[in-house]
């Protein structure tokens, strides 16, 4: 069973910044597209950016375009989520998802990543 493990989530505050980290636990696994989705108190969880295998396409939410930046490392089978100039409506916990290794692209639907972590929680204060 693989398992995402998702860290650096945290308590800051409006204006700050944070980087999330996502990598797999247990024995080395190949990933296909990887992405970030949250779910916020009372809501549904939503997309917020994906990236493809090699890193050459990239989709943002549109709240979050130039303030968050994804990227992943290959070498470290790693995917990374670089939040700033944050608001208190990025409150939320966050999701690390995972396609197979034979689904490279980048998908903002929660229905294409079969690997899922548990969450991280980013609470941003005012």
């Known amino acids: 069973q693989v398992q995402l493990v998702e860290s650096g989530g945290g308590l800051v505050q409006a204006g700050g910044s944070l980087r999330l980290s996502c990598a797999a636990s247990g024995r080395t696994f190949s990933f296909g597209g990887m992405g970030w989705f949250r779910r916020a108190p009372e809501k549904e969880r939503e997309f917020v950016a994906s990236?493809?295998?090699?890193?050459?396409?990239?989709y943002n939410e549109d709240s979050v375009k130039g303030r968050f930046t994804i990227s992943r490392d290959i070498a470290k089978n790693t995917v990374y989520l670089q939040m700033n100039s944050l608001k208190t409506e990025d409150t939320a916990v966050y999701y690390c998802?995972?396609?197979?290794?034979?689904?490279?692209?980048?998908?903002?639907?929660?229905?294409?990543?079969?690997?899922w972590g548990q969450g991280t929680q980013v609470t941003v204060s005012s």
């Open positions: 990236i493809s295998r090699d890193g050459g396409t990239v």
């Open positions: 998802g995972a396609r197979g290794l034979s689904y490279g692209s980048a998908s903002n639907s929660e229905r294409a990543y079969i690997y």
